[in-house]
């Protein structure tokens, strides 16, 4: 198993992290309104698909377009905390940082990065990582990633937790 291989499972696991979290703020987004919902729900069904996708491979499938669409996601993420969005029940009011936010944002973060890093021309014959370090940094990956979802996801609504944000009574722990 070489590095690339180490930091492409590094990928996936991240990608499964932000889409399961996404997938647990998916009820207080249907709350607000039915169109952050379903862009919730559509975000979450892809970073869990490609996460299923890049695990099962050798290679990271669509590295240029994940990393596009994952560092837009990062955008809008940081408008709606910022500015807010120009549309929706509360057009132009800015969010409060969740917990749930934060972490699938370091997650798509690492998306990012690993991604980058996997994909990165290797010189011939990269050398092969033993089975005993390759097998420690590939759970240290998955159990970071794991450390990271579960508070996350414990935060939203999902896990019993809600938060409220702006001056509405609606409640909301977040997302991007």
């Known amino acids: 198993m070489t590095r690339s291989d180490v930091v492409r499972c590094w990928a996936g696991f991240a990608s499964l992290g932000a889409g399961l979290v996404h997938f647990s703020v998916v009820r207080e987004h249907l709350d607000e309104w039915w169109l952050f919902g379903v862009f919730f729900i559509g975000l979450g069904t892809m970073q869990v698909l490609w996460a299923v996708a890049t695990l099962a491979r ?12 994952t560092t837009m996601t990062l955008v809008l993420w940081a408008v709606t905390r910022t500015v807010g969005l120009p549309v929706g029940p509360e057009p132009g009011e800015a969010e409060s940082a969740g917990l749930s936010d934060v972490v699938a944002g370091v997650l798509e973060l690492v998306v990012v990065l690993a991604v980058l890093a996997a994909t990165r021309q290797r010189p011939a014959g990269e050398p092969r990582r033993s089975t005993p370090v390759a097998v420690s940094l590939l759970a240290f990956g998955a159990l970071a990633v794991s450390a990271l979802t579960v508070p996350a996801i414990a935060s939203s609504s999902a896990g019993g937790h809600v938060h409220t944000h702006g001056l509405g009574p609606r409640s909301s722990a977040g997302g991007p």
């Open 58 to 69: 050798d290679r990271v499938p669509f590295p240029r377009l994940i990393v596009l669409a």
